[in-house]
């Protein structure tokens, strides 16, 4: 199976991202690079990823003077080695099989972009309803006016760079529009596996806030096009506060 370039943004996750690469360096199939992009943390984030070489000796970092999460991407797309992207966010968390059946799926389905679906198996139930709505939307929406979870997103350098990477001025769905650009040109579906992430934005801000939150800016997306101008406000980090 093709090789894979793993593009993980971070922004003072010290506490989190030895998670992460605990799970890659754990994964059934193996090849890959990471290619993790730092947003010029302000905590060790790039000291404890670097712990990994051993387990992860295909590891790479680089650090921004300017912070992003589209800019991250991008920067870490330019970087990658091979033709197979996959984007995750620094609190991802995946289970051992994770890449082998994804890049299984990709293969027989012939897709170059994709989605995954959000997992809550160590959640408590009031967030499985809440994840199993938000899931069920994915699905159906892939058909018609695709959406996607930017923390774990599958691409294709020439995907990539043939819609222009991820648009740097929006701050609120970019994912969105990512995965819509690609689908105008490319197949894209949501594939049957799923990754976990940490829940502290629900906890901090409450699923139902963040479900209508997401829920007014597509709908005003379908409607009205893109969010260049912060209409809902949304700040990279916020949650880091707590």
């Known amino acids: ?42 905590d060790h984030t790039v000291a404890v990823a670097e712990k990994f070489a051993p387990t992860l000796p295909s590891l790479t970092t680089h650090v921004m003077t300017t912070r992003g999460v589209s800019l991250g991407r991008n920067t870490g797309a330019k970087l990658a080695k091979h033709s197979t992207l996959l984007f995750l966010d620094a609190d991802v968390r995946l289970d051992s099989n994770f890449l082998s059946r994804s890049v299984a799926k990709l293969v027989d389905e012939q897709l170059e972009v994709a989605g995954v679906y959000m997992g809550a198996s160590r959640l408590p139930f009031h967030y499985k309803l809440g994840y199993f709505a938000f899931n069920a939307g994915l699905f159906a929406t892939q058909f018609f006016f695709p959406t996607a979870v930017g923390a774990c997103i599958f691409s ?26 690609a689908a105008k040109t490319w197949r894209f579906r ?35 096009g893109e969010m260049r101008n912060n209409e809902i406000e949304y700040p990279f980090d916020h949650y880091q506060k707590q």
Do not use: W
């Open 1 to 42: 199976m093709k090789p894979i370039s793993i593009v993980v943004i971070t922004l003072n996750e010290e506490k989190r991202i030895a998670r992460l690469l605990t799970d890659l360096s754990k994964q059934s199939y193996q090849n890959f690079e990471v290619i993790l992009v730092d947003s010029n943390s302000d």
């Open 156 to 181: 294709s350098k020439r995907v990539h760079e043939e819609i222009g990477g991820f648009d740097e001025e929006i701050i609120l769905c970019e994912d969105c529009h990512y995965v819509k650009k």
């Open 190 to 224: 949501m594939i049957p596996t799923a990754f976990e992430f940490d829940p502290r934005r629900l906890e901090q801000d409450g699923i139902a806030k963040m479900g209508l939150t997401y829920l007014k800016a597509n709908v005003r997306r379908f409607f009205m």
